[in-house]
């Protein structure tokens, strides 16, 4: 019987493998091979380093090499482990969603620290769930109702509120932005597309290629679907209290505008990221 690969053969193939792919996006090979190999065994980080001497079964050699040939070609990590990590908690991914980012994370931080007790809150375009999974596990005195356009997303995002036991406390709605949205509505979360369409072939082939173009597109100047979105709570939802949105680079300025627009006396407050880009607009309403 031929004998299959211990653990260490297969990570030194797999990092030298996806580092011969010489792609920029394919940045942490060893990393890259790691994760896929665990994806592959079902074991922890921990599990696997203590026993890099193991022996893999040729099936599930197999099954490796096959996601490092996706790999080598762009496909984020994410998605071919179905899984990511968000504000702590593990996040059911596929292509029918972002993979849900850092910069995110700044976002739900806020929104934890400053909705109102007992709030009634919305995730406007919620794609995987992860803004409003982290929000509802992090404040168990707030509802959430997750909207998206997208049953193929909205399916994700359930599956990540039922994981997490949150099922009673976040619900979902298909629809464009807030328009299938009740009049009891205090606090608007939103990461919707941010970025404009002329930047949109600048991005790395591992997210244009893979990631739906969708949940990317902001149109022109990256806040067409922002502005949408403003309309329609200007116009229909009044008892609105905060606004809490990611943004892109450059769209401080234009954010605030299009907020005064609409609301003469709002207070706008903006958070930056970890590289000092403005990243999240707080409206108080």
Not at 55 to 76: F, I
Not at 199 to 227: I, K, M, Q, S
Not at 269 to 274: E, H, K, T
């Amino acid at each position: 019987m031929t004998r299959g690969p211990t653990a260490a053969e297969l990570l030194r193939v797999g990092a030298r493998d996806l580092e011969s792919a010489g792609r920029a996006d394919v940045d942490t090979p060893r990393l890259d091979a790691e994760v896929l190999l665990r994806r592959v065994l079902d074991q922890s980080r921990e599990a696997l380093l203590v026993r890099l001497d193991q022996t893999v079964s040729c099936a599930a050699a197999a099954q490796y090499r096959a996601l490092l040939v996706r790999r080598s070609r762009g496909e984020p990590v994410a998605y071919l482990t179905g899984r990511k990590e968000f504000y702590g908690l593990s996040l059911r991914v596929g292509p029918e969603v972002l993979v849900p980012r850092p910069e995110t994370e700044i976002l739900v931080e806020a929104a934890i620290g400053r909705v109102p007790y007992g709030s009634i809150v919305v995730d406007v375009g919620t794609g995987s769930g992860a803004i409003a999974v982290a929000l509802a596990a992090n404040r168990q005195d707030v509802r959430v109702v997750a909207t998206d356009r997208s049953a193929r997303a909205l399916a994700v995002a359930r599956s990540n509120a039922r994981g997490h036991g949150l099922d009673a406390r976040v619900g979902f709605i298909e629809c464009d932005l807030a328009a299938a949205l009740g009049s009891h509505v205090a606090v608007v979360l939103a990461n919707l597309p941010y970025i404009p369409t002329g930047d949109l072939g600048g991005l790395p082939p591992t997210v244009v290629d893979f990631e739906p173009r969708l949940a990317l597109d902001g149109g022109r100047d990256g806040l067409d679907v922002y502005r949408g979105l403003l309309d329609q709570l200007r116009l229909y939802h009044r008892g609105i209290t905060l606004l809490c949105f990611e943004i892109g680079a450059g769209q401080e300025r234009p954010m605030r505008d299009e907020i005064a627009h609409r609301w003469p006396d709002a207070t706008v407050d903006v958070l930056p990221d970890l590289r000092g880009i403005p990243r999240v607009v707080l409206a108080k309403l």
